[in-house]
């Protein structure tokens, strides 16, 4: 259960969009809140944004204004959308899935998909 599929990276200009996916494609009641997490070359994982079920959102520093997180509960599908990309941006963004009140990240993860920002 719980398993976790991303899609929608890929190669953008600075200043670009993408708007990336992270499906649910077994049962969910294990899951409450999805994440997303970024990691790059030769720094530490960094938490994106987050929503519960409820639809209540978070976002790191580094990306809010720019990404937003959305869900469609009936899909079982979270998104992420990141808009004006910069450079730094560059990453494998992974899908993660857990409950509330038990920490983060949650026990569930996607394979990741690639984002590349080029100048």
């Known amino acids: 259960q719980g398993q976790l599929v991303e899609s929608g990276g890929g190669f953008v200009r600075v200043g670009g969009s993408l708007r990336l996916s992270c499906a649910a494609s077994?049962?969910?009641?294990?899951?409450?809140?999805m994440a997303w997490y970024r990691q790059a070359p030769g720094k530490e994982r960094e938490l994106v944004a987050l929503i519960t079920d409820e639809g209540s959102t978070s976002l790191g520093p580094s990306v809010k204004g720019r990404f937003t997180i959305s869900r469609d509960n009936g899909r079982n599908t979270v998104y992420l959308q990141m808009n004006s990309l910069k450079p730094e941006d560059t990453a494998v963004y992974l899908c993660?899935?857990?409950?509330?009140?038990?920490?983060?990240?949650?026990?569930?993860w996607g394979r990741g998909t690639q984002v590349t920002v080029s100048s």
């Open positions: 077994s049962p969910t009641y294990s899951i409450n809140r």
């Open positions: 993660n899935g857990g409950k509330i009140g038990l920490g983060l990240p949650g026990p569930y």
